[in-house]
């Protein structure tokens, strides 16, 4: 997907949301500020670092939740969120960890292996871990795939949460 024309200027702490057809490069986009795909021109800059000099400082800042959960199947929503966290050095890590996933109303499953969750768990699984480090920048993409009525409610008040104007948000 080539994206072109594109100009955008988000200031620390707004809550953006991008709209668009299928295959309008939305996912593109997200994944170029992600710092997951370089783009083949221009300049990006995202947490006030330049991409993709500053790439490796930009990723510390962001917490990012794509189409797939990106969870290790294996592994129990806890040791998820640890093996995440460790990389990220996050600081009280086992009290972030169960306040993420009480968050997230997984809290009582934490000790289960992810690949036994729903499509919906799952979703709820990679919302915390997104959120694990305190990122400044969110980036979602589709974050309501998989979700029942009942988590799409709770994922709008975190949403609003997220929207404490020290966090951008796209």
Do not use: C
Request: glycine share 8%; charged share 30%; aromatic share 4%.
């Amino acid at each position: 997907m080539a994206l072109r024309g594109i100009d955008l200027d988000i200031r620390p702490g707004e809550f953006v949301t991008i709209v668009g057809p299928n295959g309008a490069g939305k996912t593109t986009l997200l994944r170029i500020l992600a710092t997951l795909s370089r783009p083949s021109g221009g300049q990006v800059s995202i947490a006030g670092y330049t991409l993709p000099k500053g790439a490796d400082e930009a990723r510390r800042q962001i917490g990012l939740l794509s189409h797939q959960p990106l969870l290790y199947g294996d592994l129990t929503a806890e040791e998820n969120l640890r093996f995440f966290g460790k990389m990220y050095d996050v600081p009280d890590l086992r009290r972030r960890v169960l306040d993420r996933l009480d968050q997230v109303e997984l809290l009582d499953r934490r000790a289960d292996r992810a690949r036994t969750f729903s499509r919906g768990m799952q979703q709820r699984l990679a919302i915390a871990r997104a959120l694990l480090h305190d990122p400044s920048v969110v980036l979602l993409d589709e974050p309501f795939t998989g979700l029942d009525p009942h988590a799409s409610d709770r994922l709008e008040e975190l949403l609003r949460t997220l929207n404490d104007g020290r966090r951008t948000v796209v």
